[in-house]
């Protein structure tokens, strides 16, 4: 595609549910970030991808957090029993190259809202 | 541990004036430097980077950053404020060694008539 596109854009759940975010990167990028932008706070590195793999988790916050990517290509964030601190927006990222000095380009973010 | 900081939450300016936002880092690495800007309701979009090579990056939109080792800073500039330039912006490192991504806590700009 032509950007970086984030599913869906909006999500209100209850508390304890599980959800699932979704990023399709840009065709052919290999490297795929997940972050988190809570009101008041920067954003926080959740994982990176490079192709399928996670080299860095080291950014989850906790076990109820979990990623995957199939493909070299899509990518979900799952939350499970979710919490009101998960509340924020998920941002995903990916960049063409592996190298740390490539230029990412973000998606819309995912906006959770946990009630 | 690697961290960035970006120096006021908020920064004000009339619109033809200097545009000046901070930012200082940390990292036992040499850093890679971003400057990221966002819109309202829009996503990140990149403004400039440091790899490499010649200190003083220019980037879109009339922006420009100074990367200054013995300060450890990154801060952006911009001659003349122009009312579009009204947004978010962050600062970002990443250490050549890693993916780890630190983002600055950011700084909105407000650009006044």
């Known amino acids: 595609g032509a950007g970086v596109s984030q599913s869906p854009s909006n999500k209100v759940t209850e508390k304890g549910k599980d959800v699932e975010l979704r990023c399709d990167p840009i065709s052919g990028h290999t490297a795929l970030y997940w972050y988190r932008q809570s009101l008041g706070q920067g954003l926080e590195f959740l994982i990176y991808?490079?192709?399928?793999?996670?080299?860095?988790k080291s950014g989850l916050p906790s076990d109820r957090f979990s990623a995957e990517r199939t493909g070299g290509s899509v990518s979900t964030l799952t939350i499970q029993r979710t919490q009101q601190e998960d509340s924020a927006v998920y941002l995903c990222a990916s960049s063409a190259q592996t190298g740390a000095s490539s230029e990412a380009f973000f998606g819309q973010g995912t906006r959770l809202t946990v009630v | 541990a690697q961290s960035v900081t970006q120096l006021g939450s908020h920064v004000s300016v009339s619109e033809g004036a200097l545009v000046l936002l901070r930012c200082n880092y940390s990292?036992?690495?040499?850093?890679?430097l971003f400057w990221y800007v966002q819109y309202p309701n829009q996503g990140l979009q990149l403004l400039l980077k440091y790899t490499t090579g010649a200190t003083l990056v220019k980037g879109i939109n009339g922006f420009e950053a100074e990367f200054k080792k013995s300060e450890t800073s990154f801060h952006l500039t911009k001659p003349s404020a122009h009312m579009s330039d009204a947004a978010e912006y962050f600062c970002v490192h990443r250490g050549t060694g890693g993916f780890k991504t630190i983002f600055g806590a950011g700084t909105r700009l407000f650009v006044k008539a």
């Open positions: 990292s036992s690495v040499p850093p890679y």
């Open positions: 991808f490079q192709g399928n793999s996670a080299p860095d």
